[in-house]
């Protein structure tokens, strides 16, 4: 009985570590080719799982694996976001910083790598709810980092969701971009004229204050 349960708790722990590995190899397979041209058994070959893990932890299928990514891929960029954001000056500092990370790691995949969530949420969205929502959650997380930078510098609430908003969408633009001519420059140049605007929005904001 106990050799029997403890058979059992090992076959768990053997599906448990599967997990992690399929969910990354969504990411990185949806980054590079898409939802539709990655394949469940391209997923159990990067991920080196056995099929039925990828069974057991999503039953309802590939749909259900691509929420995970988006999930994953939301981590991974918020927690890359916060972590400039502690050690930059401004949001202006922190998307200049962001965007130089992100030329970096595209360069480096010889500008094969996009966005993950972007390649999932273009092909899945509105329809699928569940991929629709999991882009929702990530999207509103990075605005709301973004957002409350933008109030440490000085900015309104409701300017800060705007222009956090311009910002979001501007770079998640120029990352297709820089896919289309290989190159860094449009993810930069992005970075720097949004960082330009927030300066100047934060210098007419002090001149109006020590006018006031």
């Known amino acids: 009985m106990v ?3 403890d058979q059992r708790n090992e076959q768990m722990a053997a599906k448990l570590k599967h997990r992690q590995p399929i969910i990354d190899a969504a990411v990185q397979l949806f980054r590079q080719r898409g939802y539709a041209a990655t394949g469940l058994n391209d997923l159990v070959l990067a991920s080196g799982s056995p099929k039925g ?3 057991y932890y999503f039953p309802d299928g590939k749909p259900t694996i691509a929420a995970a990514a988006v999930e994953e891929a939301g981590r991974r960029v918020m927690e890359t976001i916060e972590d ?8 202006a500092d922190l998307l200049v910083e962001h965007a130089r990370l992100l ?4 360069e480096k995949s010889g500008f094969r790598d996009g966005c993950p969530m972007t390649t999932v949420l273009l092909e899945l969205a509105p329809d699928d709810r569940i991929v629709t929502e999991a882009g929702r959650r990530a999207f509103a997380a990075r605005l709301r980092i973004l957002g409350d930078k933008l ?4 900015f309104e609430a409701r300017e800060a969701e705007a222009m956090a908003l311009l910002c979001t969408n501007a770079l998640q633009g120029s990352l297709v971009m820089a896919r289309v001519e290989c190159s860094r420059a449009p993810i930069e ?3 720097a004229q ?3 605007i927030l300066k100047v929005k934060s210098e007419a904001r ?3 204050a020590i006018q006031d």
């Open 189 to 191: 140049q992005t970075a």
């Open 206 to 208: 002090r001149s109006n």
């Open 103 to 106: 030329g970096q790691w595209m």
């Open 53 to 55: 893990s990828m069974y």
């Open 194 to 196: 949004l960082a330009a």
């Open 151 to 154: 109030i440490e510098d000085g």
């Open 3 to 5: 050799g029997g349960r």
């Open 84 to 91: 400039i954001a502690a050690r930059t000056g401004s949001t």
